[in-house]
């Protein structure tokens, strides 16, 4: 196979659990497929935009979500269990907070114009924040924080977060994602050819990238 460069764009919300593992299985899936040369690029998506600013209790809000019953636990239970076989440590019970995630996007966005890699870094922090150690991250000090400790610079995204900047092109960008068929996260499009959605395992991602970076354009494959 010729050596080349492709993009995967993977559009996410840093509140979806699903996203976190197919984060852990991109890499996973990279690993195997190593004479590829992949650039990773993050796209936002929302869960639920109706969130207010602040975000919401977590506890009601997975009430109003999912109801009284067993099906949360049994959620959990089955997140728990993917997420130890993929070097995920799940801490549902630390999370105290559903947020509004349009102003992590921000920061997500802005770390795109980094140094190389800086995007993809930052998800990952933002991932194992909230879902491994129960941090707010619509909270801006918890965002700035973050965003340091991938090397950006935290004064200008502190000042950023305190302004209007980018709110809209975060907003076009989810409804560009709503336009061309995203309905579920994660998606990883493909060198813009190829959609695969859901957080499929390692092996199907690999045979995916494989595929594409040797001029195959299957379509799309949906599953979870």
């Known amino acids: 196979m010729t050596n080349r460069k492709i993009t995967i764009d993977v559009v996410s919300d840093v509140v979806c659990p ?3 593992l197919g984060r852990k299985r991109l890499e996973n899936a990279l690993a195997i497929v190593p004479e590829v040369d992949a650039e990773i690029r993050w796209r936002p998506y929302q869960l639920d935009p109706s969130l207010p600013a602040h975000g919401k209790d977590r506890q009601v809000y997975m009430r109003e979500k999912f109801g009284t019953g067993s099906k949360i636990d049994d959620i959990h239970k089955q997140l728990n269990e993917l997420g130890e076989e993929n070097g995920i440590i799940f801490d549902f019970e630390a999370i105290t907070r559903a947020p509004n995630t349009l102003d992590a ?3 997500i966005h802005w770390a795109a114009q980094a140094a190389s890699g ?4 930052l998800v990952g922090a933002l991932f194992s924040l909230y879902f491994e150690q129960g ?3 619509g909270d801006h000090e918890v965002l700035v924080d973050a965003a340091a400790s991938v090397g ?3 004064a200008v995204v502190a000042r950023l977060l305190q302004s209007e900047a980018d709110k809209a092109t975060i907003r076009e960008e989810i409804d560009t994602a709503n336009r061309i068929g995203v309905r579920g996260v994660p998606c990883f499009i493909i060198d813009q050819k190829y959609a695969v959605m859901g957080a499929q395992t390692a092996d199907v991602l690999a045979d995916a990238i494989r595929q594409t970076a040797e001029g195959f354009e299957p ?3 949906e599953d979870r």
């Open 18 to 20: 699903w996203c976190f």
């Open 105 to 107: 996007h921000r920061v």
């Open 118 to 121: 800086t995007q993809d870094k």
């Open 135 to 137: 941090q707010d991250i």
């Open 152 to 154: 950006m610079d935290g």
């Open 219 to 221: 379509g799309i494959a």
